[in-house]
């Protein structure tokens, strides 16, 4: 009797041999790999397919070097703004521009702001640093691999220096000659070509200081400077034009009674100037009625702008006369004392012409323009030589991917394994304990056949 007590005192606790025993009959086994596998399998798969996609995160390191990137211009002089490298436009643009790209979705990669570009920067003690290296950080389930992500960022990347390209190519390097051709007179036309010279000069000048041993087209960019100086004969040609203007006072498209207009409108200036200097003059001798000749302290200002404003207005009006005789001069009027007049009478006066000056200006705006064309070209090949992305590594940097597949496999593996284990201990335990008790007691042969046959079911 007490040992019947004793092993139902064993079959109520637990040892670790009796759990390996139960468990490790071969039904039970495989029963346990069976479930630890297929929880591995249904786990691998729930992450690759649904977890993993929306933690995998692409990375792409690049910097963007052309002439002037130092400064972050670009060549129409605007500022360079990185962030518009993964616009929308942009992206979409690179989209279209190859089939494989056509199932990423642009537009909700963007509307999420799932795709983002950062500079980095560089701190020394109080100043920060903009380095000019660029990463563009995407999330990876929209792309089908590291391959199609790789080769859609380096697109994006390289579409940025298209655009470049582009730019220079729709840059306007000739604006000064265009307003040559709406300006009214000959001295603003001269004006405008020796601003198109300085301008051309300057762009020299600039591609000089960093590019001074280049060649384009097998000469040094000092030569086409040196070009452009020996067309103008330095400013000779432009300077000469200038000064017979100024003897001739020839006129391009004014007509005579819009001249006379002109001179009442200057003369009608002069008048209400000359009433203006005489209340300011007389305003000032009040002044020093009052004050004595040497005012102190604060009045000195206040005769100060009294005689900063007589002379200007003094200034205006020796400008207006000489404004007055050059058109005079022009309409082929003489002076006769202090009064202009037409030589032979009223309406016999022509306007002072020349069809050399009129020849020579055009023949140096054709020159301008043939110089501007050329200048054009070299910052372009120049742009084009000198122009590149740098890429940090051959493609994308994988970030924030997640757990890795076989590392979730393994542990749906053991934890089912190990869950799967138990509840076969339980169940096998429980069902042992039947049998032995049915084994012990005196029941009829039918009863033992039936419990034999029952676990025989289970199994």
Same mark, same amino acid.
């Given at each position: 009797?007490?040992?019947?007590?004793?092993?139902?005192?064993?079959?109520?606790g637990?040892?670790?041999?009796?759990?390996?025993?139960v468990?490790?009959k071969?039904?039970?086994?495989?029963?346990?790999?069976?479930?630890?596998?297929?929880?591995?399998?249904?786990?691998?798969?729930?992450?690759?397919?649904?977890?993993?996609?929306?933690?995998?995160?692409?990375?792409?390191?690049?910097?963007?070097?052309?002439?002037?990137?130092?400064?972050?211009?670009?060549?129409?002089?605007?500022?360079?703004?990185?962030?518009?490298?993964?616009?929308?436009?942009?992206?979409?643009?690179?989209?279209?521009?190859?089939e494989?790209?056509?199932?990423?979705?642009?537009e909700?990669?963007?509307?999420?702001?799932?795709?983002t570009?950062?500079?980095?920067t560089?701190?020394?003690?109080?100043?920060?640093?903009?380095?000019?290296?660029?990463?563009?950080r995407?999330?990876?389930?929209?792309?089908?691999?590291?391959?199609?992500?790789?080769?859609?960022?380096?697109?994006?990347?390289?579409?940025?220096?298209?655009d470049?390209?582009t730019?220079?190519?729709?840059?306007?390097?000739?604006?000064?000659?265009?307003?040559?051709?709406?300006?009214?007179?000959?001295?603003?036309?001269?004006?405008?070509?020796?601003?198109? *010279?300085?301008?051309?000069?300057?762009?020299?000048?600039?591609?000089?200081?960093?590019?001074g041993?280049?060649?384009?087209?097998?000469?040094?960019?000092?030569?086409?400077?040196?070009?452009?100086?020996?067309?103008?004969?330095?400013?000779?040609?432009?300077?000469?034009?200038?000064?017979?203007?100024?003897?001739?006072?020839?006129l391009?498209?004014?007509?005579?009674?819009?001249?006379?207009?002109?001179?009442?409108?200057l003369?009608?200036?002069?008048?209400?100037?000359?009433?203006?200097?005489?209340?300011?003059?007389?305003?000032?001798?009040?002044?020093?009625?009052?004050?004595?000749?040497?005012?102190?302290?604060?009045?000195?200002?206040?005769?100060?702008?009294?005689?900063?404003?007589?002379?200007?207005?003094?200034?205006?009006?020796?400008?207006?006369?000489?404004?007055?005789?050059?058109?005079?001069?022009?309409?082929?009027?003489? *002076?006769?004392?202090?009064?202009w007049?037409e030589?032979?009478?009223?309406?016999?006066?022509?306007?002072?012409?020349?069809?050399?000056?009129?020849?020579?200006?055009? *023949?140096?705006?054709?020159?301008?323009?043939?110089?501007?064309?050329?200048?054009?070209?070299?910052?372009?090949k120049?742009?084009?030589?000198?122009?590149?992305?740098?890429y940090?590594?051959?493609?994308?940097?994988?970030?924030?991917?997640?757990?890795?597949?076989?590392?979730?496999?393994?542990?749906?593996?053991?934890?089912?394994?190990?869950?799967?284990?138990?509840?076969?201990?339980?169940?096998?335990?429980?069902?042992?304990?039947?049998?032995?008790?049915?084994?012990?007691?005196?029941?009829?042969?039918? *009863?033992?056949?039936?419990?034999?046959?029952?676990?025989?079911?289970?199994?």
């Amino acid at each position: 009797m007490a040992y019947e007590e004793e092993r139902e005192e064993e079959r109520g606790g637990f040892s670790f041999a009796e759990f390996f025993h139960v468990i490790g009959k071969k039904v039970r086994i495989l029963t346990i790999l069976g479930i630890a596998l297929a929880a591995a399998l249904i786990l691998g798969l729930v992450n690759m397919f649904v977890l993993k996609p929306g933690k995998v995160q692409y990375e792409m390191t690049f910097m963007i070097e052309y002439p002037n990137s130092e400064n972050k211009l670009l060549p129409d002089g605007t500022p360079f703004r990185y962030e518009s490298i993964i616009y929308s436009d942009k992206l979409n643009a690179v989209k279209d521009s190859d089939e494989k790209y056509s199932g990423i979705d642009v537009e909700k990669m963007t509307t999420k702001r799932n795709i983002t570009i950062s500079e980095a920067t560089r701190k020394d003690q109080q100043t920060i640093s903009d380095l000019g290296i660029y990463t563009i950080r995407v999330t990876g389930d929209y792309f089908s691999d590291a391959t199609q992500a790789s080769d859609f960022l380096r697109a994006v990347c390289d579409n940025a220096l298209d655009d470049l390209f582009t730019m220079i190519e729709k840059t306007d390097y000739s604006a000064n000659l265009v307003s040559y051709n709406t300006n009214t007179t000959y001295s603003d036309r001269i004006d405008r070509l020796e601003e198109q *010279k300085d301008f051309l000069l300057e762009q020299y000048d600039k591609l000089m200081a960093k590019y001074g041993n280049e060649l384009i087209d097998g000469k040094a960019i000092n030569a086409y400077r040196s070009e452009l100086s020996v067309a103008l004969n330095g400013d000779v040609r432009i300077s000469a034009l200038r000064q017979e203007l100024k003897n001739k006072r020839y006129l391009l498209h004014e007509k005579p009674e819009e001249i006379l207009e002109n001179i009442e409108g200057l003369n009608r200036e002069r008048v209400r100037n000359e009433a203006q200097l005489v209340s300011l003059r007389e305003e000032v001798e009040n002044l020093y009625k009052v004050y004595g000749e040497n005012p102190t302290g604060g009045l000195i200002n206040a005769f100060e702008v009294f005689h900063t404003r007589i002379a200007e207005l003094v200034a205006r009006n020796a400008v207006i006369d000489v404004e007055i005789e050059e058109l005079f001069v022009s309409l082929g009027y003489v *002076k006769d004392g202090d009064a202009w007049i037409e030589p032979n009478g009223v309406g016999s006066a022509v306007p002072v012409t020349s069809e050399k000056f009129k020849s020579d200006m055009e *023949k140096l705006y054709v020159v301008m323009t043939e110089q501007t064309t050329t200048c054009k070209t070299v910052i372009q090949k120049l742009y084009q030589d000198k122009s590149k992305v740098v890429y940090q590594q051959d493609g994308v940097v994988v970030v924030n991917g997640g757990t890795s597949t076989i590392l979730m496999a393994a542990i749906g593996f053991i934890g089912a394994f190990v869950v799967a284990a138990v509840a076969v201990y339980f169940i096998g335990r429980h069902k042992d304990n039947r049998l032995t008790v049915a084994a012990a007691e005196p029941v009829s042969e039918l *009863k033992l056949e039936a419990a034999v046959s029952e676990e025989k079911d289970e199994k």
